[in-house]
């Protein structure tokens, strides 16, 4: 069965530091997504993107965030100058255009 | 996106078949209701999605009354590994394969041997 795949699953990082969350999305799959998961919390929409642009966003994607593409398979997650309240799981996510979407097992990122 | 609800969290004995019913009164016409299953640490995972009536996976089946207010996912014969999250999610389904996903709290499911 294809699947999401995400790395690493585990980020462990400084406040203030830059990370990359690195995703895999579904070969053909055309939407792609990441959400974000606060301990105890629900799970909760950032961004979603098609055709190499952001299609939309929610209030928590600012412009600490950003999404890129940079070849045909890899969808990578970029936060500038983490903060504490950053320590979430991560998930990827893409869709096939019946929108059914799967999800990739996560990144558990820690800021300390 | 209709809202949904459904109870915040049920016991099951193993063996046994569950039902865990989502109400969502607000269902639009394009509306199509997906069920997502969670386990601790991990990503959600697509069980069962349906429009009406009743469909039928390997996993599950979604049970969907004609007035769509309502739907019921059954999972048969339970197990201990199927101890999770459930959520209950409406959406529309004529985006083209686009679907932003809203999760609620879900249906916290613990299946006791």
């Known amino acids: 069965e294809p699947e999401v795949t995400q790395t690493p699953s585990h980020q462990v990082t400084q406040m203030g530091q830059e990370v990359i969350l690195r995703c895999v999305p579904i070969?053909?799959?055309?939407?792609f997504y990441w959400y974000r998961q606060i301990l105890g919390q629900k799970v909760e929409f950032l961004v979603s993107?098609?055709?190499?642009?952001?299609?939309?966003k929610s209030e928590i994607f600012d412009d600490q965030f950003s999404v890129e593409r940079p070849d045909g398979s890899n969808f990578t997650l970029k936060i500038r100058s983490t903060k504490l309240e950053d320590s979430a799981m991560y998930f990827c996510?893409?869709?096939?255009?019946?929108?059914?979407?799967?999800f990739g097992a996560g990144t558990r990122l820690s800021v300390l | 996106l209709a809202k949904t609800t459904q109870p915040i969290s049920m016991d099951s004995y193993e063996g046994q078949e569950v039902n865990i019913t989502c109400s969502h009164n607000?269902?639009?016409?394009?509306?199509?209701i997906t069920w997502y299953q969670q386990f601790p640490s991990q990503g959600p995972r697509f069980i069962i999605q349906?429009?009406?009536t009743k469909v039928t996976n390997e996993v599950a089946s979604l049970f969907i009354p004609a007035d769509r207010k309502s739907s019921t996912l059954s999972l048969p014969r339970v197990s201990l590994s199927d101890t999770a999250v459930y959520y209950c999610?409406?959406?529309?389904?004529?985006?083209?394969?686009?679907?932003?996903?809203?999760f609620g709290i879900g249906t916290k499911l613990q299946v006791i041997p």
């Open positions: 996510a893409s869709s096939d255009y019946r929108g059914e979407t799967y």
């Open positions: 070969s053909n799959h055309l939407y």
């Open positions: 993107f098609y055709n190499n642009e952001i299609s939309e």
């Open positions: 607000n269902i639009a016409t394009n509306d199509y």
């Open positions: 349906g429009y009406k």
């Open positions: 999610l409406v959406g529309d389904g004529n985006s083209g394969g686009y679907q932003k996903v809203t």
